[in-house]
């Protein structure tokens, strides 16, 4: 029988994930040795601001007791604060809960370093979410280029795309499937670095994408073959492009340049992935996808292929779908995808500007809930384990199926 209830460490990464956490000193001066947060601390109207300058830095993640990692999200509304300092430890808590003692992700030494030419390393392409390192050299996606009658062929939810200058540095050039020897010098460097330092367990390849599966899947293959040169296949790596041609795969895998792929599906139903992905169903198509992953199964084996989703863009309101039709629908190709031996891996998305209002955040929680409870249900079901070769329950900020297979364990 399918659990109904999340674990407790579970339901705090749920409601931290939902509310937040609100400023304390405590939280602001554990931004000088954590891990950045992207966003900074901003001050709501009226919130106190010890620092009088309406934003300020914070921690990236923090981590619970049992290792379970959960992104901070800054809330002034929230009821949860930090306190403690570095020496004693850090407290996490409400008004009348018992506090429970947190650890911030620290900051690499590496990412305040310099390759041989003078290039900082945090600027190289590597990025850490927690124990995996992110390797994204080519960040520019050709979809963000084309429209077809007047819409944009990237992704409704992607805003992370734009081959704009914030990508100049990496010398990627549109319609160009190589990079540059630079790119990778400097990379290596990074990575040698990051090796030496140790706390990265697994490395996870990503990009853009190019309107021509085959090319995007000839620069999967020089920048494996570039990262293994450097890493010996000390840790796993794993290809998160789009979905490639089958002698493509081929080739990956007849050289072992990576251990797992992922394919981002990222929604269940053509209907919708036409919808929300135009660019993926245009140069790809919804079912040469999923035959991609079937076939990628067939070469690396089950456990070996991931697809990541988006979890819960199908509330957005012009899908006309009901929190419990989005969980429904999800759990149903959850169901498809782990029967042909493929593991979709959820991860909450939220919902762009004006809807985070509390009925819809609590839709969508409902919604995400019962997909995770769901789906760990699948993997049991199906005899189906996210490797750890793959991803961890701490690198897992906005996931929660390696919390509950962890914690929900017989
Ligand atoms: S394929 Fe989609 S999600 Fe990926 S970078 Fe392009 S637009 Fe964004």
Not at 166 to 189: C, F, M, N
Not at 390 to 406: K, N, S, V, Y
Request: net charge negative.
């Amino acid at each position: 029988m399918n659990p109904t209830q999340l674990p407790p460490s579970a339901r705090l990464k749920l409601d931290l994930m939902f509310h937040g956490i609100h400023y304390t000193e405590a939280l602001g001066q554990a931004a000088g040795h954590a891990f950045p947060n992207y966003y900074p601390y901003r001050f709501q109207p009226g919130e106190h601001d010890p620092t009088g300058k309406g934003k300020a830095p914070i921690p990236y993640a923090l981590s619970l007791a049992d290792g379970t990692v959960i992104r901070i999200k800054g809330s002034g509304d929230s009821p949860w604060g930090v306190s403690g300092d570095r020496t004693s430890g850090y407290r996490l808590g409400q008004v009348g809960q018992p506090d429970i003692p947190v650890e911030f992700v620290p900051l690499p030494r590496w990412m305040g370093a310099q390759t041989s030419d003078g290039f900082a390393m945090a600027r190289t392409g590597l990025e850490l979410l927690g124990d995996l390192g992110v390797i994204n050299l080519a960040p520019g996606c050709e979809y963000f280029l084309h429209k077809q009658d007047g819409v944009s062929m990237r992704c409704g939810f992607c805003a992370y795309g734009a081959p704009d200058e914030r990508v100049a540095h990496l010398g990627q050039k549109i319609h160009q499937v190589s990079l540059p020897d630079l790119t990778y010098t400097r990379i290596g460097e990074t990575l040698e670095a990051a090796l030496a330092e140790g706390g990265v367990r697994q490395l996870y390849l990503v990009g853009g994408s190019l309107t021509d599966w085959r090319e995007e899947g000839q620069r999967y293959l020089e920048i494996a073959r570039r990262i293994q040169a450097v890493n010996r296949h000390r840790l796993p790596l794993s290809c998160g492009s789009g979905a490639l041609p089958l002698d493509i795969m081929r080739q990956l895998r007849d050289e072992n340049l990576v251990d797992n792929v992922c394919f981002n599906l990222e929604i269940w139903s053509e209907p919708l992935f036409a919808k929300i992905c135009p660019g993926k169903h245009r140069y790809v198509g919804y079912a040469r996808w999923i035959e991609a992953l079937e076939q990628a199964v067939g070469l690396w084996g089950r456990g070996h292929v991931y697809t990541a989703m988006v979890a819960g863009i199908e509330l957005e309101p012009e899908h006309g779908m009901s929190w419990e039709q989005a969980a429904d629908l999800a759990l149903e190709g959850a169901e498809a995808l782990c029967a042909r031996g493929i593991l979709p891996v959820y991860s909450l998305y939220w919902p762009v500007g004006g809807r985070d209002h509390p009925e819809y955040m609590s839709r969508l929680r409902n919604y995400f809930e019962r997909l995770n409870l769901g789906y760990h249900g699948l993997r049991r079901k199906y005899d189906l384990h996210i490797s750890d070769s793959f991803m961890t329950h701490r690198c897992a900020f906005m996931q929660m199926e390696c919390d509950l297979d962890r914690l929900m364990a017989d």
